[in-house]
């Protein structure tokens, strides 16, 4: 399962990663970082006691649970998300009692998305190693207005150090904004990418697109993901998508 944390921050459950969708920063958790999030997460409108926490985190699974040990996997949860660009304290210490998601956190997974189509039933053959989806996530202004800001002035790329410019494509009265590193027809000619790719992309109406593209290789596979924030003009709304690709090694 992954969840959205404040528009900009994924949470995979199975790749146990927080990951910064714009900057491409990432932080593994350790396994019971992984639980405790999760859990956080999956009851995220009530207050979970130390004693649910200790008994769904840590016995369950045979580690050691005290309270200076959990609240140590809390502040470093805390910590990494801070790291991650997000300032708001998203995990809420409840005197005397446990910990809670804050109320005020925009928090969005897997079964909460809209998707663009209802896909055809397709029998999946054992052999298959490519899983792929593209679907809408909801996005604050404030994010928007933080990824037009990042996406308009010059990148650094931890990697390599190198500056990379934003540059600017223009299709009838679309403007596509892309980092300059990414090559614009790969990108935009996947098919997968549906209505957003370059020969479907409707353009009859002024529209900005925003593109970010992370790949990440690990000894397991490739996993690929694309971030589109696609704003209508006219209209003033802007729509933020998320594919992401599989490949199994």
């Known amino acids: 399962m992954r969840f959205d944390i404040e528009g900009f921050v994924t949470f995979d459950t199975e790749d146990a990663s927080l990951v910064n969708i714009i900057t491409g920063d990432c932080i593994e958790l350790s396994q019971t970082s992984n639980r405790l999030l999760t859990e956080l997460l999956h009851h995220r409108s009530d207050i979970l006691s130390r004693g649910e926490i200790f008994q769904s985190v840590f016995d369950k699974y045979g580690a050691r649970a005290s309270n200076s040990n959990l609240n140590q996997y809390i502040s470093?949860?805390?910590?990494?998300?801070s790291h991650l660009g997000i300032q708001k304290?998203?995990?809420i210490t409840v005197p005397?009692?446990?910990?809670?998601?804050?109320?005020?956190a925009i928090i969005t997974c897997d079964q909460e998305y809209n998707s663009f189509?209802?896909?055809?039933p397709i029998k999946q053959e054992k052999t298959e190693k490519t899983n792929s989806w593209l679907?809408?996530?909801?996005i604050s202004a404030t994010i928007i207005t933080l990824l037009f800001l990042l996406l308009t002035?010059?990148?650094k790329v931890a990697d390599n150090n190198k500056e990379v410019?934003?540059?600017?494509?223009?299709k009838e009265s679309c403007i596509i904004f892309i980092p300059s590193n990414l090559p614009f027809n790969d990108v935009m000619n996947n098919e997968r990418l549906g209505h957003l790719s370059l020969d479907k992309l409707?353009?009859?109406?002024?529209?900005?697109l925003y593109i970010y593209k992370k790949q990440r290789n690990s000894v397991l596979g490739t996993n690929i993901q694309i971030f589109i924030t696609e704003c209508d003009e006219e209209k003033k709304r802007c729509t933020s998508h998320y594919y992401r690709e599989k490949k199994n090694a």
């Not at 679907?135 to 909801?138: M, V």
């Open 76 to 81: 470093t949860l805390r910590k990494n998300m």
């Open 89 to 91: 304290n998203i995990i």
């Open 96 to 104: 005397r009692i446990g910990f809670k998601i804050a109320e005020d």
């Open 117 to 120: 189509f209802t896909p055809t």
């Open 135 to 138: 679907r809408p996530i909801p």
């Open 153 to 155: 002035v010059i990148i």
């Open 165 to 170: 410019e934003i540059k600017k494509f223009t």
């Open 202 to 208: 409707d353009c009859s109406s002024k529209k900005k």
